[in-house]
């Protein structure tokens, strides 16, 4: 527009349009950079995550190193060693001890049995008989009922006595001697002739047993 023109529309009321304001452009560089400078100062979170906090791996050796203890020494490897053996021979002794025990029920069973066949039969109790020999046998006093004639003749000698299932057999001192070779325990009452009087007291009948005595 030429200044005549201008002058003329100034003439006539109307106004110059203002100047626009001039804005520069924002510097890409200036911008960047701070964006840059808000990324350094901002911690890592990956980085700083994993150099803050300790490693599960290396807190889990740490626990377990703590966890072991002192090594054994040489002195406790061989003392536990011992025990060990110990502890094994004495389980080895007992098996055999009980394997013991075993064979000897199993032996007092078959001697039983034999003695039973050996005297079945033999026997020569009398159930009218009325005189009671005491005897000891077991750690208490036993009896046995006998007629006369075999009292005499069992503190003779020429007379035994057998246990055999809780009763008490009166044999003849043959049979006694072969049953001693089968099972000796049941031999209740084997009376030796040439033995002092005092040493059998209970072959007396009037002998009296006193009533505290457990039967």
Not at 24 to 39: C, E, I, L, M, V
Request: without cysteine; charged residues 35%.
């Amino acid at each position: 527009m030429t200044d005549s023109l201008r002058d003329q529309l100034l003439g006539l009321g109307f106004k110059a349009a203002p100047a626009p304001k001039r804005n520069d452009p924002p510097r890409r560089g200036g911008r960047h950079d701070a964006k840059a400078g808000q990324k350094s100062n901002a911690p890592a979170p990956g980085r700083n995550a994993r150099a803050g906090a300790p490693h599960k791996g290396g807190h889990r050796q740490g626990a377990q190193g703590t966890g072991r203890g002192k090594p054994r020494s040489q002195e406790d490897i061989d003392l536990a060693k011992a025990y060990a053996i110990r502890a094994q021979r004495e389980k080895e002794e007992r098996i055999r001890a009980e394997q013991a025990k075993q064979e000897e029920a199993r032996k007092r069973r078959e001697a039983r049995t034999r003695l039973a066949e050996l005297v079945k039969g033999k026997a020569l109790n009398v159930e009218e008989a009325d005189i009671a020999r005491h005897f000891p046998y077991g750690g208490k006093i036993k009896r046995v009922y006998v007629t006369a004639d075999q009292l005499k003749a069992l503190n003779a000698g020429e007379l035994g006595v057998l246990q055999m299932d809780g009763r008490y057999l009166l044999v003849t001192a043959a049979l006694l001697a072969e049953a001693e070779q089968v099972f000796a325990p049941a031999v209740a009452l084997k009376v030796d002739p040439d033995a002092p009087a005092e040493d059998d007291p209970y072959a007396d009948p009037k002998y009296q047993v006193p009533d505290d005595l457990v039967w």
